[in-house]
């Protein structure tokens, strides 16, 4: 059976995070993740999209409704992450 961890590959993603500065800056590493989990963001978007195409092409206008929604949450919470953004120094 597949674990949790493992078909997230959590390890793998937890290990992405490499600040480079020298001296370290402690804000590095908030400001590498959240620029990580808006790629990731976009990502998603970009296959919502896909599904809202495929839904206007075949003519299935309210399922396509579906995916706008989705697309306008992650949006909504794109813009709350700012506010986490705002927390570094400067």
Do not use: C, N
Not at 56 to 65: I, K, P, V, Y
């Amino acid at each position: 059976m597949t674990t949790y961890g493992e078909y997230l590959k959590i390890d793998e993603l937890l290990k992405l995070q490499e600040p480079r500065s020298e001296p370290e800056e402690h804000d590095e590493m908030l400001f590498i993740i959240i620029h990580q989990v808006y790629e990731l963001w976009f990502k998603q978007i970009l296959h919502e999209l896909d599904r809202l195409v495929a839904h206007l092409r075949g003519d299935e206008l309210a399922r396509g409704g579906h995916q706008l929604r989705r697309v306008r949450h992650i949006f909504k919470t794109m813009v709350g992450q700012i506010d986490i953004l705002e927390t570094m120094t400067p």
